[in-house]
């Protein structure tokens, strides 16, 4: 068991998980809802999130995800909720 933290300009929360998940699919059992205006397909970039901690226990970034996060310019610690998925805990900040 894991957890997934999610925090916003409006508070935070937590998802308990047991498998390996995106940090968007996670965020749907928390309070918080992350934007996704693709789906989760990796086109939008509308859910990109700063981790905080457990950047180690996140998938590496594919070739999708990489090019939308060059096309939105992101920093060393900022991934698309929809394409990093997490086997341990993670936290993270909404943008
Ligand atoms: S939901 Fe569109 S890129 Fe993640």
């Known amino acids: 068991m894991f957890k997934v ?7 935070s929360d937590e ?3 047991e498998n390996e ?7 749907r ?7 996704h205006r693709c789906g989760g397909h ?3 970039g509308s859910c990109l999130v700063t981790i905080r ?3 180690e226990h996140l ?11 060059t096309t939105l ?8 909720a929809c394409q990093a998925w997490a086997k341990s805990d993670v936290e993270c900040f909404q943008g």
């Open 29 to 35: 059992s928390t309070k918080i809802e992350l934007t």
């Open 59 to 69: 998938s590496p970034i594919g070739a999708s995800e990489k090019k939308i996060l």
């Open 5 to 11: 933290k999610v925090i916003n300009s409006k508070g």
């Open 15 to 17: 998802a308990s998980c």
């Open 53 to 55: 901690k457990g950047q």
């Open 73 to 80: 310019k992101a920093k060393d610690d900022q991934r698309l």
């Open 42 to 44: 990796a086109r939008c």
């Open 21 to 27: 998940t995106s940090i968007l699919l996670a965020s």
